[in-house]
């Protein structure tokens, strides 16, 4: 399967997915053995719910900053710093005497997890091609969901034969071994842009942040429940101050201006939902099929195993879909499953078998990774490439306070309904806390398929498979002007054994000032413009006046200039053209395309479907469309 990335880039893509791997497994070997830790610790649901929604909290504290370290640290600095820090936190918790020690470690992992998730999201999706993004980011899906599927039957195993400390144990182990991989195998990418720390912006943050999920999470526990309301209502107007700042400052430290795109600000919503009804229910699970049917942690996990594993492998399936069909196709059918997964765990009773438990959950996490994979890369792609570090630290922001506060209200909803039902004994009483948290489950699934049904849908030409060659026409939507409109039909292309001599003759005879370099493939190899061919002119000019210097010889500088001119036409064409290739898809809106080339100060760009030049798109051409259409 062609993803258009080097063997070398492949490399860097494995290493970095590894510590992101191990992130997600960390996050998911926790909910099997917190009721153990309930016992061991004696700490109430309540509070050992902090283990998983203050893991969130902080994560999501962190997150916005990550935009920010980034472009003060390089990859590779970045990656094997936290995750050095992750296996110290992992380490700590292994070993702690008390609760609070876990927490303190869960906590460090969770500041590092902050950081890793976007960086790699970031970097992965600017490696690969925007037309293989779908692909790419279904390949993400179904390493990352691996660890779900692993995640809690290992706990589980592990709590009910060795001891929930042996979850730690391991975790520290294997964040040494990524450590030691990233030291040998991993490489910097690029240059992100450096960005002012801004202090204001992260106390605004820090305090909203926390103010909103810490009145969330003791919502179902607070014996004042005004203290409670006020928290989240100082948290809500904080970070509501946080926003304006972000989108007042010259420099922000997240750049929020990207949600005011209705097709990136509709993903956010959607995935944030998902989020919010997919962790909650991961953590109410365990409790329900350990506390209310008696089962151990070990079946506990394994009961979540089909679900999981299915999903990601559907989830990858499911990018692969949208590269050729597009994004609601397959968000349509997601929502389906979701709808029919939350009638399953509407259904469950106290006695419920646990094969129909299975088959819940396993129902809605299929429709889940259906849906997510689609409408993340959709979302993306309506993005430039120089915003999609904000998008990653936007949406992971938004995903993790989405996934402390779903986990903090079906946690607080299973209490406060159990606490209520005082006309209820034992096992019944609990079980009312959480069938309500189920339902509450169902309610937010149903309210993704409306949002869905509603606002998610494809635009001619979004797909690879819809784009159409050549510049022909096509229907779009109206109002909406993109490349294909505008670029030049025409593909100048030479292959990579070509001459620079061969590129001149073709910019000579046909006025164009950039040529496409093409594999035996077709596929694109680099892209050579007249202003790569000076620009490597006047590096040799620098070097040979060097030179000449030294050895005191006597050219004239007609002949020397001549003799260069000559050298440099038989070159070979890939020494002077630009391998790391700026390209842009035919459904590009135009004004995206005229943002990317001012922002990158280039003049020309290839248009590229499926790998291969199918236009190419100038100033000249922008031009040329304006004043056509001009009345």
């Known amino acids: 399967m062609g993803l258009g990335i080097s063997r070398k880039q492949m490399v860097m893509v494995a290493t970095l997915l590894s510590g992101t791997l191990l992130t997600v497994l960390n996050l998911t070997l926790m909910t099997p053995a917190l009721p153990t830790i309930m ?26 900053l990550s935009a920010y370290l980034m472009g003060r640290f390089s990859t590779r600095q970045l990656f094997i710093g936290c995750e050095a820090l992750f296996a110290l936190g992992s380490l700590i918790a292994a070993f702690a005497p008390s609760f609070e020690f876990i927490l303190a470690g869960r906590m460090i992992q969770a500041a590092c997890t902050g950081i890793v998730m976007p960086m790699v999201s970031s970097v992965i999706l600017l490696i690969f091609p925007r037309e293989k993004r779908g692909s790419a980011m279904g390949i993400i899906g179904l390493i990352i969901g691996f660890a779900p599927a692993v995640g809690p039957s ?26 030691a991989c990233a030291t040998r195998t991993l490489q910097n990418f690029g240059g992100f842009e450096r960005t002012r720390f801004d202090a204001p912006s992260v106390v605004l943050s820090t305090v909203g942040l926390i103010s909103l999920l ?45 949600l005011r795109t209705r097709q990136y ?7 944030a939902l998902l989020q919010a009804g997919l962790i909650g229910m991961e953590t109410i699970m365990p409790l329900y099929i350990q506390g209310v049917l008696g089962n151990s942690a070990t079946v506990s996990g394994l009961t979540l195993l089909p679900g999981t594993v299915i999903g990601a492998l559907i989830g990858f399936t499911a990018g692969r879909i949208f590269d050729r069909v597009g994004v609601r196709k397959p968000a349509l059918v997601g929502a389906l499953f979701m709808i029919l997964g939350a009638c399953g765990l509407f259904s469950l009773r106290g006695d419920s078998n646990i094969l129909l438990i299975c088959a819940a959950y396993g129902i809605v996490a299929i429709g889940v990774q259906f849906t997510m994979t689609p409408l993340n890369t959709w979302g993306v792609n309506s993005l430039p490439n120089a915003s999609v570090r904000y998008a990653q630290s936007t949406s992971n922001t938004v995903n993790q306070v989405a996934g402390s506060f779903g986990t903090a209200m079906l946690v607080s909803i299973a209490t406060l309904v159990s606490s ?71 593909v100048a292309s030479v292959g990579e054994d070509a001459s620079v001599r061969d590129v001149m003759k073709i910019m000579e005879e046909t006025g164009t000032t950039g040529v496409v370099v093409t594999g035996p493939d077709g596929q694109v190899k680099g892209f050579v413009t007249d202003g790569n061919v000076t620009r490597y002119l006047a590096r040799q000019d620098l070097d040979l006046s060097s030179a000449i210097l030294r050895m005191s010889a ?26 790391n290739v700026i390209t842009v898809p035919p459904d590009m809106p135009l004004d995206k395309a005229c943002a990317l080339l001012m922002e990158h100060k280039i003049k020309k760009v290839p248009v590229i479907t499926d790998g291969k030049a199918v236009g190419s798109l100038g100033r000249r051409n922008i031009i040329h469309y304006a004043f056509e259409h001009m009345h």
Do not use: C
């Open 265 to 271: 600000r509709t993903v956010v919503i959607i995935v």
């Open 420 to 490: 209520s039902a005082t006309n209820l004994s034992g096992t019944a009483q609990v079980f009312a806390g959480y069938h309500a948290s189920f339902t509450g489950t169902a309610l937010l699934l149903l309210i993704v398929m409306a949002i869905i049904l509603l606002f998610v849908r494809d635009r001619k030409g979004e797909t690879a498979k819809e784009a159409t060659p050549l510049g022909a026409d096509q229907a779009q939507m109206p109002g909406t002007i993109t490349v294909a409109d505008a670029m030049n039909p025409v």
């Open 214 to 258: 810490y009145g969330f999470s003791t919502f179902g526990s607070a014996n004042n429940l005004i203290e409670t309301a006020v928290l989240v209502v100082v948290g809500a107007l904080v970070l509501g101050f946080y926003v304006r700042r972000q989108l007042t400052l010259d420099e922000p430290m997240l750049k929020l201006d990207i």
């Open 154 to 179: 290992l706990s589980g195993i592990l709590v009910d034969h060795i001891g929930w400390r042996a979850i730690f144990a391991i975790v520290t182990v294997l964040a040494f071994v990524v450590v």
């Open 39 to 64: 016992a061991d610790m004696s700490v109430s649901a309540e509070t050992v719910q902090w283990l998983t929604s203050g893991y969130g909290m902080v994560e999501a504290v962190v997150i916005p």
């Open 554 to 579: 006597s050219y004239r500088d007609e002949d020397d200039l001549l003799s260069r001119f000559q050298d440099l036409a038989a070159l070979n064409v890939m020494q002077v053209a630009a391998t």
